[in-house]
């Protein structure tokens, strides 16, 4: 089991400290498995995401366990030419799932 730690958006914070937002969508750039834990550190972005210069820790942190994580290089069904298509004009949308 490893320990992942990463920044994250207020508004996003604010979204899974809630129970409102039960995923997180990043880019594979790091190993992260089932059964791992996700440290999610807030941070405040003064001038939009874009701008890492003038971004501050909060002193808020969430920690989360991971749970299922797909990794879309192993989704071979994205490189099938209708899907290529669909994503080109409508782009792509991700789903949480939850219990009724």
């Not at 942190?61 to 490189?79: C, E, H, P, Q, S």
């Amino acid at each position: 089991m490893a320990e992942i730690r990463k920044k994250i958006n207020r508004e996003y914070f604010e979204m899974i400290s809630s129970g409102q937002k039960t995923f997180e969508y990043r880019v594979n750039d790091f190993e992260c498995n089932p059964g791992d834990v996700l440290v999610l550190e807030e941070y405040d972005y003064e001038n939009g995401f874009d701008n890492t210069v003038n971004r501050h820790p909060t002193g808020r942190v969430i920690r989360k366990k991971v749970g299922y994580v797909a990794k879309t290089m192993d989704f071979d069904w994205l490189n099938r030419s209708d899907v290529k298509k669909a994503l080109e004009e409508n782009g792509a949308q991700i789903i949480s799932l939850l219990d009724e």
